[in-house]
């Protein structure tokens, strides 16, 4: 069965300290992907970034970067110099199989605080 | 481009009273998704729909919803009768299922959600 898990339920950082987001996944398949969320205060949900399981790339979009490693099943994401802008709800979320059909299923998600 | 249109966004509604969601996803995208956001149990999936057929309805909660894709433009949730613990955020989602590059378009986009309260 699969499973997301976030064991940060909150962080909270002072503005322009670095944070890193844990995701932790569990699968059969060996075809998947891995997606990052974010949900800011005003409550709607934005898509960041999907990975296949092929592609163990790491992946860096100006002050995010996203670390996926296959041996640990990880797929950790981190905020370089974080704003107060950055302050959200960040859900990491794994699909199985190759479907643009296949379900998507989310962590319980990271509540991130960026203090000024 | 618009993205995923929702409403009504809040509703208030008492005990017994027939709740319908309403929700257009993206022009060209052939994947609906309808989720149900609480504190108790975060994102779950409720059902989803291709080509405006439901695939998998198995996270509808009971019998009291229902949803149904009458065109590709138009999706509602139906909730009769509601219930306080109905109460939650209700987001649809849509994607679309070409490929680019070998991989499926899998990433949902959501709409902004439907907070509703049931009293």
């Known amino acids: 069965a699969q499973k997301v898990t976030q064991a940060q339920t909150e962080i909270s950082v002072v503005e322009k300290e670095d944070v890193t987001l844990d995701c932790v996944y569990e699968t059969r398949d060996t075809t998947y992907y891995l997606f990052w969320y974010k949900q800011p205060p005003s409550g709607e949900l934005v898509f960041l970034i999907r990975?296949?399981?092929?592609?163990?790339q790491n992946e860096i979009s100006g002050r995010y970067s996203w670390n996926f490693q296959k041996s640990t099943s990880s797929f950790n994401f981190t905020i370089t110099a974080s704003q107060v802008v950055d302050s959200a709800v960040y859900f990491c979320a794994l699909s199985e199989g190759y479907s643009s059909a296949s379900k998507i299923i989310f962590g319980s998600g990271t509540r991130l605080s960026i203090r000024p | 481009d618009a993205g995923v249109i929702q409403s009504p966004r809040h509703e208030v509604t008492e005990m017994g009273q027939e709740v319908t969601l309403r929700c257009k996803p993206i022009s060209g995208h052939d994947y609906l998704f309808w989720y149900r956001q609480t504190m108790m149990r975060g994102l779950e999936l409720l059902i989803y729909?291709?080509?405006?057929?439901?695939?998998?309805d198995s996270g509808m909660p009971e019998d009291r919803f229902s949803a149904k894709m009458p065109n590709a433009s138009f999706s509602t949730l139906k909730i009769q009768p509601s219930e306080p613990r109905d109460s939650a955020v209700y987001f649809c989602?849509?994607?679309?299922?070409?490929?680019?590059?070998?991989?499926?378009?899998?990433?949902?986009?959501f709409g902004p959600g439907t907070r509703l309260t049931v009293l």
């Open positions: 729909f291709n080509n405006n057929v439901p695939i998998d």
């Open positions: 989602a849509s994607s679309f299922g070409g490929t680019s590059g070998g991989d499926p378009y899998n990433e949902q986009f």
């Open positions: 990975r296949n399981s092929f592609d163990e």
